[in-house]
């Protein structure tokens, strides 16, 4: 005779499972864990040492920070519009400016495959969890908007630029400027609003 237990468990493992994640999404960009709705903050500060390793570079610290909230309330609306994860990042420069805006993030099964804002000519990023906690950044610009920033390559930090005489601040796209391994910081690092030069 069945342990009634062990029947129970049986019938509801399929019912269980199906709240799990597969081990495909488990590989990839999971949102609520990376960014949490509590707020996240994810960044990295060049040193003179490396700089001087890299003189091409064109950041000094970047730093990316957020929460799911926005994915989690717009997923209801999936029929209609794309989830999407509101993001902010700022850059600052070798030459001292900084650049800050907010960039989106689009929900592809489960995972965040790209970022910016494909409406303007911010370009966009690629951004990937990797398993030590850390995020990374890779910046190939793959959706400038010729029309808008002619000649322009590589992805713009700044939230709005809507014409050539406001291009923004852009960050080419080239072997020193590609890669940035974001690690997770205490989110004040990320809050405290830094001057615009």
Not at 7 to 18: Q, R, Y
Not at 43 to 65: F, K, N
Not at 67 to 92: G, Q
Not at 145 to 160: H, K, L, M, T, V
């Amino acid at each position: 005779m069945p342990h009634p237990v062990r029947s129970a468990v049986a019938a509801l493992l399929p019912l269980i499972l199906s709240f799990l994640p597969d081990a495909a999404a488990a590989q990839g960009f999971a949102a609520e864990r990376v960014f949490p709705l509590a707020g996240a903050c994810y960044g990295r500060s060049y040193d003179a040492a490396h700089l001087a390793r890299h003189p091409g570079q064109v950041v000094t610290r970047i730093a990316l920070w957020g929460s799911s909230r926005s994915l989690i309330e717009t997923r209801r609306y999936a029929d209609r519009i794309d989830p999407e994860l509101a993001l902010t990042i700022r850059v600052t420069f070798t030459d001292g400016r900084i650049a800050e805006g907010e960039i989106g993030c689009f929900e592809e099964a489960g995972r965040i495959r790209r970022c910016g804002r494909n409406a303007s000519c911010s370009g966009d990023v690629a951004v990937e969890a990797l398993p030590d906690g850390r995020l990374r950044i890779v910046n190939d610009g793959a959706a400038t908007r010729a029309d808008n920033a002619p000649g322009r390559q590589g992805f713009s930090p700044d939230a709005s630029c809507p014409s050539v005489s406001r291009a923004g601040r852009f960050v080419p796209p080239d072997a020193e400027n590609r890669t940035f391994l974001l690690a997770p910081l205490p989110l004040a690092d990320c809050a405290e609003p830094a001057p615009r030069r």
